[in-house]
């Protein structure tokens, strides 16, 4: 892949965390490591894969809904100006994902439940003939405690389900703690594969390795899922040692040097 190319798509990583820093810092705390951690995922994903118009986007644990807002502009279906309003009461941009929230085609309220939507869209394309639509969902590692992400893995398995691809944001965080110290979820891509999926295991701030992924899940001829290994704390130095952005309090001169540090990386 072109350097500029890889480069775009970092500068685009970091304009989601800039926008996701801005969202919060009005409230002084929020869901910002969901963003910090899904950036690179995302991005490539809306570089290099999902279509507005075309492709459905489910966001399965809702508090990861701010990644999406944060990419509204570019996709075409946000004004920059809402996100101002992110959080705020009466905002059509709650700061967790209900059935009425902008830019996807469905989030999930209890966790666990966004990929049976996902199927559920993927199977109505496949018997309406619109063999050319994509179903993109971005499911989160703690989920994969839910059986019922299990369940509809195996559907999906049985029924080739080729036009859904897992954006799984493999970032070991929830809010008891680190995920594998809660539930061995490994081996993740053994896991899946074994229900009939094809897995791609990679680094998710590596904006190269996450495109080659992309690009191999997008050809795969079985349901595909991406496992991105990302960390809740990336991308922004100024955070303390051992910050968790699962939900963060951020204010202050924090905040001003988050968004300092991210407007030069973004120059």
């Known amino acids: 892949m072109q350097s500029t190319r890889i480069e775009e798509m970092q500068r685009a990583a970091d304009l989601l965390r800039l926008r996701a820093v801005r969202m919060v810092a009005p409230h002084g705390f929020g869901y910002l490591g969901q963003v ?10 809306f570089a290099e894969g999902f ?4 492709d459905e ?21 946000l004004d920059e100006a809402q996100l101002e309003s992110y959080g705020r009461d009466g905002s059509a941009l709650e700061a967790i994902g209900t059935e009425s929230s902008p830019v996807v085609s469905i989030t999930g309220g209890s966790l666990g439940q966004g ?3 996902a199927l559920g869209l993927a199977l109505a394309a496949r018997l309406s003939g619109r063999s050319e639509q994509r179903i993109f969902a971005l499911v989160s590692d703690g989920e994969l405690e839910e059986g019922q992400v299990w369940e509809a893995a195996l559907f999906a398995g049985h029924h080739v389900l080729d036009n859904v691809v897992v954006l799984l944001d493999a970032n070991d965080s ?10 061995t979820l490994e081996p ?14 990679v680094d998710g701030h590596d904006v190269a390795a996450l495109s080659e ?25 100024c955070l303390p040692e051992g910050a968790d952005g699962h939900f963060i309090k951020i204010s202050g001169e924090l905040i001003d040097a988050a968004i300092a540090e991210l407007e030069v990386r973004r120059a």
Request: net charge negative; aromatic share 6%.
């Open 174 to 183: 929830q809010v008891d703690g680190p995920v594998s110290s809660i539930t």
């Open 188 to 201: 993740i891509a053994a896991k899946w594969e074994s229900f009939g999926w094809s897995a791609f295991d």
């Open 213 to 237: 992924a992309l690009a191999q899940a997008l050809a795969s001829p079985r349901p595909a899922v991406i496992i991105a290994r990302t960390s809740t704390s990336t991308g922004l130095h």
């Open 36 to 45: 910090l951690s899904s950036a690179e995922l995302m991005a490539v994903t």
């Open 115 to 117: 990929l049976s939507s």
């Open 57 to 77: 986007l489910v966001v399965s644990p809702g508090h990861y809904i701010i990644v999406a807002y944060a990419a509204g502009p570019e996709l075409g279906l």
């Open 51 to 54: 279509r507005p118009g075309v």
